[in-house]
């Protein structure tokens, strides 16, 4: 099967787009991933432009990579200057890469007015960059800024460009959609031109500013591009570039013939594609084609009752085959086949009176403000307590949260909480840097000592929105929290008038779930239960 060369710029080009930082250990992390999965080259930067990206070069030289090639990014050299004696040529030849990428002009508009330069002095610039760097026996891409532009405005000037930088040694000649402004039409039919005149292997580098990079580098791959560049997640400069995750996704699966990555590297794009988003410190794409916590997640009623019986029918590709996994969505529009599906660890699906009395509970909860959908310890809660499994580890008499201002200084906040434990009261008052931080000390000071393994417990994030904003500063809010421990990564919601209330209801729910996962002594009486309920009809 001809390969399909994946060559990921995340390090580089990706770095350009808004909010996008990499630390000198992101790049070498995200280049050990990359490698692992099968990507065939890595550009790392571009070695003149900071420190971090010469000192890149430096560390990357050591590490055991198995498969991908490192390349450095440069332009080609000034004008009226040799190879041999420019700095950016200096630095890319001091780079220890084995792989040297250089951009040049490509369209006509650039050389005369950008650059101000003649005709053939932009080819003997692009003829003499590569041909040095090809003599110090570096492998040489090309990388024609601008071509599809350029084709259009002037044919033969940018298959001149091209051919000047194949002639001088380049192993691979790339067209770039700069200024992502062409379509897949258009895309097609120049590399195809391209193709025909050129005799070394041809790239497609897209930019994303129509939404259409990756559906132009796929256009590229049909007519005879072999090469696809991009980064992970789309990440660059103004809309980004082509996803590779998508390109290698589409490739690998959805176009038979073609081989990406390493085996079985496409089974693990989505845990690539959320490394980089971690490291880049960045919030998922829930959306995101393929790999997104939505690319296979299902609410209506109708067509989870259909996913439930024919996987495909309503999904184009088993969600494993990427690392994803299927999600069942449970709301105001989830009929009985959504309730059925979430529960079934309960063994509760022949209880016909209880599926109904939970889409009824879920229904009247979302009519007030609730949203199950990023809570769903909040609906493992409720099911267990419809169900009669649930054995509360603590009841809540009251909870009293000040907060004092002084004249200098952060306002201080105090939450005072009183429950009954295990037929005990705890009475205790707890200081936090807001009422949800003091609300979450004061409970956790209460059930430590009862509940030790609470400590393991961390909240991670926290959501507030407003759901009638008609009703100004009276309207209900919706609290969701995030917590996690060792194992386990979980959400739970409350609704009230009252922000304190609600974040109240949200952080009860996220402790009763961690105790009831936790608790042996309550989890076997539940799988009895459970047992004891399925056998009967």
Same mark, same amino acid.
């Given at each position: 099967?001809?390969?399909?060369?994946?060559?990921?710029?995340?390090?580089?080009?990706?770095?350009?787009?808004?909010?996008?930082?990499?630390?000198?250990?992101?790049?070498?992390?995200?280049?050990?991933?990359?490698?692992?999965?099968?990507?065939?080259?890595?550009?790392?930067?571009?070695?003149?432009?900071?420190?971090?990206?010469?000192?890149?070069?430096?560390?990357?030289?050591?590490?055991?990579?198995?498969?991908?090639?490192? &390349?450095?990014?440069?332009?080609?050299?000034?004008?009226?200057?040799?190879?041999?004696?420019?700095?950016?040529?200096?630095?890319?030849?001091?780079?220890?890469?084995?792989?040297?990428?250089?951009?040049?002009?490509?369209?006509?508009?650039?050389?005369?007015?950008?650059?101000?330069?003649?005709?053939?002095?932009?080819?003997?610039?692009?003829?003499?960059?590569?041909?040095?760097?090809?003599?110090?026996?570096?492998?040489?891409?090309?990388?024609?800024?601008?071509?599809?532009?350029?084709?259009?405005?002037?044919?033969?000037?940018?298959?001149?460009?091209?051919?000047?930088?194949?002639?001088?040694?380049?192993?691979?000649?790339?067209?770039?959609?700069?200024?992502?402004?062409?379509?897949?039409?258009?895309?097609?039919?120049?590399?195809?031109?391209?193709?025909?005149?050129?005799?070394?292997?041809?790239?497609?580098?897209?930019?994303?500013?129509?939404?259409?990079?990756?559906?132009?580098?796929?256009?590229?791959?049909?007519?005879?591009?072999?090469?696809?560049?991009?980064?992970?997640?789309?990440?660059?400069?103004?809309?980004?570039?082509?996803?590779?995750?998508?390109?290698?996704?589409?490739?690998?699966?959805?176009?038979?013939?073609?081989?990406?990555?390493?085996?079985?590297?496409?089974?693990?794009?989505?845990?690539?594609?959320?490394?980089?988003?971690?490291?880049?410190?960045?919030?998922?794409?829930?959306?995101?084609?393929?790999?997104?916590?939505?690319?296979?997640?299902? @609410?209506?009623?109708?067509?989870?009752?259909?996913?439930?019986?024919?996987?495909?029918?309503?999904?184009?590709?088993?969600?494993?085959?990427?690392?994803?996994?299927?999600?069942?969505?449970?709301?105001?529009?989830?009929?009985?086949?959504?309730?059925?599906?979430?529960?079934?660890?309960?063994?509760?699906?022949?209880?016909?009176?209880?599926?109904?009395?939970?889409?009824?509970?879920?229904?009247?909860?979302?009519?007030?403000?609730?949203?199950?959908?990023?809570?769903?310890?909040?609906?493992?809660?409720?099911?267990?307590?419809?169900?009669?499994?649930?054995?509360?580890?603590?009841?809540?008499?009251?909870?009293?949260?000040?907060?004092?201002?002084?004249?200098?200084?952060?306002?201080?906040?105090?939450?005072?909480?009183?429950?009954?434990?295990?037929?005990?009261?705890?009475?205790?008052?707890?200081?936090?840097?807001?009422?949800?931080?003091?609300?979450?000390?004061?409970?956790?000071?209460?059930?430590?000592?009862?509940?030790?393994?609470?400590?393991?417990?961390?909240?991670?994030?926290?959501?507030?929105?407003?759901?009638?904003?008609?009703?100004?500063?009276?309207?209900?809010?919706?609290?969701?929290?995030?917590?996690?421990?060792?194992?386990?990564?979980?959400?739970?919601?409350?609704?009230?008038?009252?922000?304190?209330? &609600?974040?109240?209801?949200?952080?009860?729910?996220?402790?009763?779930? @961690?105790?009831? @996962?936790?608790?042996?002594?309550?989890?076997?009486?539940?799988?009895?239960?459970?047992?004891?309920?399925?056998?009967?009809?």
């Amino acid at each position: 099967m001809p390969r399909i060369e994946l060559y990921d710029t995340t390090l580089r080009d990706g770095s350009q787009g808004e909010g996008v930082y990499f630390s000198l250990e992101d790049k070498l992390l995200i280049t050990a991933k990359l490698d692992e999965l099968g990507f065939d080259y890595v550009e790392g930067g571009y070695p003149l432009s900071n420190p971090k990206d010469h000192e890149y070069f430096q560390r990357v030289a050591q590490m055991p990579l198995r498969h991908a090639k490192i &390349a450095a990014f440069g332009m080609t050299r000034r004008r009226g200057c040799a190879a041999a004696d420019d700095t950016g040529m200096q630095a890319l030849a001091a780079s220890k890469a084995p792989v040297i990428t250089i951009v040049g002009k490509t369209w006509d508009l650039h050389v005369t007015e950008v650059l101000r330069i003649d005709e053939a002095e932009n080819l003997a610039m692009i003829a003499d960059s590569v041909a040095y760097m090809k003599s110090l026996g570096r492998e040489v891409i090309y990388d024609a800024e601008h071509f599809f532009d350029g084709f259009k405005a002037n044919r033969e000037f940018a298959l001149a460009t091209v051919l000047a930088a194949q002639k001088a040694g380049a192993s691979r000649i790339v067209l770039c959609d700069t200024n992502g402004g062409n379509l897949p039409h258009e895309i097609a039919a120049a590399v195809e031109v391209a193709c025909q005149v050129l005799a070394v292997p041809v790239g497609i580098h897209s930019h994303n500013d129509c939404d259409v990079a990756v559906a132009n580098s796929l256009a590229a791959v049909y007519k005879g591009a072999t090469q696809v560049q991009g980064t992970i997640n789309g990440v660059g400069e103004r809309c980004g570039n082509a996803d590779l995750v998508s390109v290698a996704a589409n490739l690998g699966l959805k176009k038979p013939g073609y081989e990406v990555l390493l085996p079985r590297g496409g089974e693990r794009l989505t845990e690539l594609s959320r490394y980089v988003y971690e490291i880049a410190n960045m919030n998922f794409r829930s959306n995101q084609p393929f790999v997104g916590t939505s690319a296979f997640a299902h @609410k209506g009623g109708m067509h989870v009752h259909a996913v439930n019986r024919v996987s495909k029918s309503y999904e184009h590709i088993p969600p494993e085959s990427v690392g994803n996994v299927r999600r069942v969505l449970v709301s105001e529009l989830s009929g009985r086949s959504n309730i059925v599906a979430k529960t079934t660890k309960y063994q509760l699906q022949h209880d016909s009176d209880l599926m109904a009395k939970i889409l009824d509970r879920v229904q009247d909860l979302e009519n007030e403000g609730y949203q199950f959908e990023a809570a769903e310890a909040s609906f493992d809660l409720m099911v267990r307590k419809l169900a009669g499994l649930h054995q509360s580890k603590f009841e809540r008499i009251h909870y009293r949260v000040n907060v004092e201002t002084a004249d200098v200084g952060s306002p201080l906040t105090e939450a005072t909480v009183k429950l009954l434990v295990k037929d005990r009261i705890e009475h205790v008052v707890a200081e936090g840097d807001g009422p949800v931080n003091a609300l979450d000390t004061a409970l956790r000071k209460a059930l430590l000592p009862t509940y030790p393994r609470l400590a393991e417990m961390q909240l991670v994030d926290y959501k507030v929105r407003v759901i009638n904003s008609a009703e100004g500063t009276a309207a209900r809010v919706r609290v969701v929290i995030e917590s996690r421990d060792a194992d386990e990564v979980w959400s739970t919601v409350g609704v009230s008038e009252n922000v304190i209330e &609600a974040s109240w209801l949200a952080l009860v729910d996220s402790i009763e779930y @961690k105790l009831c @996962k936790d608790d042996p002594a309550v989890a076997e009486p539940v799988s009895a239960k459970m047992a004891e309920r399925a056998a009967v009809p």
